[in-house]
């Protein structure tokens, strides 16, 4: 039973990927997303790895998307099924994307080990926990200064724009609209 | 019957049990917080159809069944149809992970009284809670409508801000249990419940799961005086009804998390181990349904600046706090 469900999950995963990347409408790629962070976290799940499953869904599906939601639904797009297709110009950054994780992929699939197990044992939250911050620890604690960075020039840009009160028209649209909201 | 035959027979009556009951204290949820909110204000409440107005439930089904569906022209039409459904699946789903009762013997085998027992019951939660967040962006988006679009950011800005304070008020009851398996959690409460020894935490997270299923004094997604009903304005029928019950497991949902993470879960002296979870659940439907005859709601800026500047710091600090006490329990 294993595989066949793995089968449509992996179908669901790839199919909705696609339609993300196709959709114009962006609230509706975000959806089809969604939809395949969903299917792909159940495949974690099945894969022994129930710790990445679910902060797949709490991360990605439940934190980003939402934000990239929040952010979208602020701003006005017009008309997006009326845009044209790219031209020649925008296509060439995601073919070399392309090219490069194909690359990757390919490299990895011809020279993977001989015995690669599909479904070892569950790895539990404790195993997982003492991997990410004992043997990993300095990595974490790198991510984590970047994310801090991040989070410093985000501050720093939104502060700018406060001051002189001109500029990013879009995100001036988004205060203003929190704003009228405090004297309801 | 073979062994897995037997297993997935007792799994579908574990699902069909907890949808049947969880639906029907949703449904009748709905009618106890008329008649108390009534009681309330000193009126009757409904007390017509039935006996002290007992089938009011069925009557309001049948009432929402024989409403015209209506979708507003300029509506996204598939997104609109689905965001009922999105803001009701997460509730009941959440279901699966608590334990809401000691394990039976039945047919010569150990049953416990829980769907899924995960080694990331209480990140299943998490997970499924932030999900709950689409129903309401997505309905209120895909209505065109401006109110329902103003409650559906505000609901989106709300249930962001206090998922973070949820989730930090939760970190403490794991550290004591020592494990985020829920049936782990209720077992390390047997003596003592961790309301005990973690009250800041459990304020924590009885304010968030109140501003979680957006009741009053947190509903300013719905917001009646301002904004006619917020991120649902658009809905009629059973799909809005769907928004309704949704809400009400949620508040169900909510208050098994809280018996499990606070009040000990099933455990209790003398009554059977069901009838406990259950009452002590429904001592926090109705503390909310108090709550909502009580408190006038909040403004926008005190809800963010309470969300953010009183209740995510004080979890942090309280963490803090029990890893310090934590460890001079270990050192004595």
Known sequence: MEPAIFYILAAVTVIATLFAIAEKHAVHAIVYLVTSFFALSVIFFMLGAPVVAVFEVIIYAGAIMVLF?????????????????????????ALVLGAVTLAAALTLFVSRGPAA????????????????????????EVISLQLLFALVGALYLGKRRNDRGEGGRRLGEGQSLLREERHP | MTDLTLDITIHLAKIALIFFVVLTLAAYLVFAERRLLAWIQDRKGPNRVGPFGLLQPLADLIK???????????????????????????????????????????????????????????????????????????????????????????????????ELSMGLSLVPTVMLAGSLR??????????????VYQPLAFAIFLVSIAAECKRIPF???????????????????????????????????????????FLGGWHGPLLPSFVWFVAKTLAFAFFFIWMRGTLPRLRYDQLMHLGWKVLTPLALVNILATGWWLMIRELR
């Open chain 1, 69 to 93: 939601l929040f952010v979208i639904m602020m701003l006005d797009l017009g008309h997006p099924e009326r845009a044209r297709l790219p031209g020649g110009r925008d296509w060439w950054p």
């Open chain 1, 117 to 140: 197990s599909a479904a070892g044992k569950a790895i539990g939250v404790k195993e997982f926990a003492l991997a990410l911050f004992g043997k990993y620890g300095v990595a974490v």
């Open chain 2, 64 to 162: 929402l069944l024989t409403k015209e569906d209506f979708r507003p022209p300029q509506a996204d039409k598939w997104l609109f149809y689905l965001a009922p459904a999105m803001a009701a699946i997460p509730a009941i789903l959440t279901f699966a992970v608590i334990p809401f009762g000691a394990p039976v013997r039945l047919l010569g085998r150990e049953v416990p009284l829980q769907v899924a027992d995960l080694n990331v019951g209480l990140l299943f939660f998490m997970a499924l809670s932030s999900i709950a967040v689409y129903g309401v962006a997505l309905g209120g988006w895909a209505s065109n409508s401006k109110y329902a679009l103003l409650g559906s950011i505000r609901g989106l800005a709300q249930l962001i801000s206090y």
């Open chain 2, 182 to 195: 829920l049936s782990e959690i209720v077992a390390a409460q047997k003596g003592v419940w961790f309301i």
């Open chain 2, 219 to 261: 509903d300013i997604p719905e917001a009646e005086g301002e904004l006619v009903a917020g991120f649902h304005t658009e809905y009629s029928g059973m799909r809005f009804g769907l928004f309704f019950v949704g809400e009400y497991i949620n508040i169900i949902v909510l208050g098994g998390l809280a018996t499990t993470f």
